[in-house]
């Protein structure tokens, strides 16, 4: 039975996804239609932060690759294909490819069949699945059906604008091909100007930050190789995909404007630039060996230059073995399909989850095999799924959210005569642009269409931008103006202008960079994450005990790329993204320096977390010898070692110096009698034990630690586990708090406190035995949290003893 064949049924692709990058107007949007061989687009917009998977197919005529989009009726027809060659007992019990006709007239008519217990059934329920399974049928029987293509490629395209650069990461992952775009009329050094386009209207980007081709090239791979891979459902033989290297592209648009000679300058400049920028996994043509792939992505639709153009790129690309194998199951197409059409039908851009289980139950999947499906197709093709806080909600098309939060960025860029093309805001914008500050209701007036409804209010966007750390709720106090509105206000950092003008820094205390390092061929350079500033911007104000906005003036940031904080209530930090590092600027108090270190680093490993990089960053400062040498510090933070320089700085070891070795010299009393110093920062944190067992009686204390660090309580199971609780307790606790995350949590901490199960085996419950579990689970940044307090606690009650 067709059934049994969707139940069963599996197919292996080789998928290769791929993730769109370049500036604005750079042709990215044109390339992708040269690239599926479809007629360039007539106009375009500006691309949003991201866009939905395009699915493609290679397809092989002629002796010649290339790569064709995936339309639903295909789809449709080449599952009927898989069916028709599948085993025999995965097929109807008759020879006819048709579905039981009585079975599918009970479908269709809502009346009970003789095989179906079902009684009184409402014709407009019918099963989404049955939809889908009779134009499978269908397709048999009017021979339509063609063979299921193994070869698949999802494209990602992307938004060039600095700020939706900066928010991409949290929408994407990391993919195993990157297309770099860039405009061959710009050169490699010529700094873009940024601009948005909205129906053929045009707005610059009034901004003091410019990349250049060269820029974006090299920040582009920097950040992709700092990615980590992500887990895929339904990957077959994973072991094989780790540690393999993600590979560029980079394709030079409007070819038809430069000559053969600047081409050929352009590529060995870019060959030449090694020591900075690392060629091995960057695409080369063969046999001319140069690495810019020049195109013309405005041939004529259907001429054989642009059919030639495309078949060499889907050549060199299908060349280099970028492939995954995935072993899918049948019943997830057919899944993805329902989706969509049930979104279509109910015109909307999401599903409930409810609908969703009704749509799986139909196609024969459980709760596991919905959740699978669900984080497979959140995590390849941009379908939105957040269980920990919007777990009823599901974004089969995230366009319309991803469009409002792009619009919100825009409406600060373009022309108040152009306003009314993505908002119906006036005052709004203005205070979005100079403070980065709105309320909720600004969410209902961007856009065209009207996205909220009883199911996804604007309240629900709130909370998705607020858990991805996009946004911080804060206090009307400090926001540098009075105003009186109703409502909460949010700061939006990376609505923001960019900085124009830094001030000189402070010598007193040198400024600490903070980096990851790349090494190439003997030669070191710095960069950060795409997406890491504002994200750590935004976890350093969610410390809101600790950290506020500094006050509004000319010595005072408050831009995308620098911002000053007012910490411990009477110092300011200045936080600037030199986008090869990050500079902490500080003139206050020098013991105050090592509890700043500590705070911008646990903001910074939580942003590393949230999009999904190697926690391995670094520590520096600007050597003053060398003009591009960085004084890197080792791990034991008593000294350095120089990018450049032969002979290494001592900036570490100097006796007479303690500019630089404040930031990690931890202040003790000269004497016992000694009092603590005023200007120690006040402890902030719940008081952890550092040793002995926990009774029931400190549950609000762990929950309050776990806050504090930010700990989700999503994998409340596992840690259970680790922390010796039995599953039948844990089976118990989630079916008495079904959806309740915090409630599962809470219950589990719980049991933990009482002893139950093999809790004492496993070393009882201690902030020690709890800190342990979190490593385990890789939650090293809540982990490291919680000893860090337990040592600032040891260190403050011997002050206390003394």
């Known amino acids: 039975k067709i059934e049994e064949w969707l139940k069963e049924g599996e197919v292996e692709l080789e998928i290769t996804r791929i993730n769109m990058h370049g500036a604005p107007g750079a042709g990215k949007t044109c390339s992708q239609h040269l690239l599926l061989n479809e007629p360039p687009p007539s106009s375009t917009d500006s691309t949003p932060i991201a866009c939905p998977a395009v699915k493609a197919t290679r397809i092989s005529i002629d002796g010649k690759n290339k790569w064709e989009r995936v339309k639903e009726e295909d789809l449709l027809n080449q599952l009927a294909s898989d069916f028709k060659e599948a085993p025999n007992e995965t097929k109807h019990e008759t020879t006819s490819t048709k579905i039981n006709e009585a079975q599918m007239s009970s479908d269709r008519s809502g009346e009970p069949s003789l095989e179906d217990p079902t009684k009184n059934k409402p014709a407009e329920k019918k099963p989404t699945d049955m939809e889908v399974i009779k134009e499978i049928s269908d397709a048999l029987e009017k021979g339509n059906a063609k063979n299921l293509s193994k070869n698949w490629v999802y494209f990602i395209d992307s938004g060039g604008q600095p700020a939706y650069r900066e928010l991409l990461p949290l929408f994407t992952r990391a993919a195993a091909l990157n297309i770099i775009t860039i405009d061959l009329t710009k050169g490699l050094d010529e700094k873009c100007k940024f601009q948005y386009r909205i129906s053929q209207h045009m707005s610059p980007i009034n901004t003091d930050l410019k990349y250049s081709n060269r820029d974006i090239i090299r920040s582009t791979i920097s950040s992709e190789a700092m990615l980590n891979s992500i887990k895929i459902p339904y990957v077959a033989e994973p072991e094989k995909h780790k540690g393999i290297h993600a590979r560029y592209l980079v394709l030079g648009t409007r070819k038809e404007l430069v000559t053969e000679d600047e081409l050929k300058e352009m590529d060995k400049s870019l060959i030449s630039s090694s020591s900075s920028l690392d060629l091995k996994n960057i695409i080369q043509r063969i046999p001319e060996k140069s ?16 059919e030639e153009a495309c078949v060499e790129l889907c050549t060199a690309i299908s060349n280099c073995n970028l492939k995954m194998k995935i072993k899918l199951p049948i019943r997830l197409f057919a899944f993805e399909i329902s989706l969509q059409r049930e979104a279509r039908n109910k015109k909307r851009s999401f599903l409930t989850k409810k609908e969703v289980i009704k749509i799986g139950e139909d196609l024969l999947l459980d709760e596991s095999d919905i959740d699978d499906a669900l984080q497979y197709l959140h995590n390849v093709t941009i379908i939105l799924y957040y269980p920990a806080v919007l777990p009823n909600i599901i974004f089969v098309d995230p366009e319309p959210i991803l469009d409002v939060l792009s619009r919100l960025i825009a409406i600060t860029y373009i022309d108040q005569s152009n306003l009314h093309l993505i908002a119906k805001a006036t005052d709004e914008r203005i205070r979005l642009k100079e403070c980065g500050l709105f309320k909720e209701d600004l969410l209902g007036k961007i856009g065209q269409q009207k996205i909220f409804d009883k199911d996804f209010e604007s309240s629900h966007m709130i909370t998705l931008l607020k858990h991805l750390h996009i946004i911080a709720e804060i206090n009307s106090e400090g926001t540098g103006r009075d105003y ?3 409502g909460a206000d949010y700061f939006f950092p990376c609505a923001l202008p960019s900085c124009d003008k830094l001030n000189d820094p402070p010598t007193e205390i040198q400024p600490l960079l903070i980096a990851w390092e790349i090494k190439n061929k003997g030669t070191i350079t710095l960069a950060i994450p795409q997406g890491l500033f504002p994200l750590t911007i935004v976890h350093l104000l969610g410390q809101k005990d600790v950290v506020d906005f500094s006050p509004v003036g000319k010595e005072y940031y408050r831009c995308h790329d620098a911002m000053s904080l007012r910490v411990y209530k009477d110092y300011t930090i200045d936080i600037i993204n030199r986008y090869t590092h990050i500079e902490i600027h500080f003139d206050g108090c020098k013991n105050l320096c090592p509890q700043i270190h500590e705070l911008v680093t646990d903001a910074i490993k939580k942003s590393s977390k949230d999009i999904n990089v190697n926690d391995d960053h670094i520590f520096a400062f600007k050597c003053s010898i060398g003009e591009h040498c960085y004084c890197i510090v080792k791990e034991d933070e008593s ?20 500019s630089y070795r404040c930031w990690f010299n931890i202040p003790q009393l000269t004497s016992p009698g000694a009092k603590p110093s005023l200007e120690r920062p006040p402890t902030t944190r719940p008081t952890v034990p550092p040793t002995g067992l926990l009774g029931t009686t400190d549950l609000i204390d762990v929950l309050d630690v776990l806050d504090d660090h930010e700990y989700s309580g999503v994998e409340y199971y596992d840690l259970g586990l680790r922390l010796g609780l039995h599953s039948r307790t844990l089976n118990v606790i989630k079916e008495n708090n079904k959806g309740n995350v915090r409630s599962c949590l809470r219950e589990c901490l719980a049991a933990w406190l009482e002893q139950r199960d093999s809790v004492m085996r496993r070393g009882g419950p201690t902030y020690n035995t709890f800190i342990k579990a979190l490593r385990k689970m890789g939650e090293n940044a809540v982990a490291d949290g919680i000893e860090r307090d337990i040592n600032k606690n040891a260190v403050a009650d011997a002050i206390e003893f003394h």
């Open 291 to 306: 690495i810019i792939f020049p195109v013309n992505t405005l041939l004529p639709a259907g001429s054989e230059e642009r």
């Open 484 to 486: 009186a509105e109703i």
């Open 639 to 658: 000294s350095t070692r120089c990018t450049q320089c032969r002979s290494h700085c001592k900036v570490l070891q100097g006796d007479d110096d303690d």
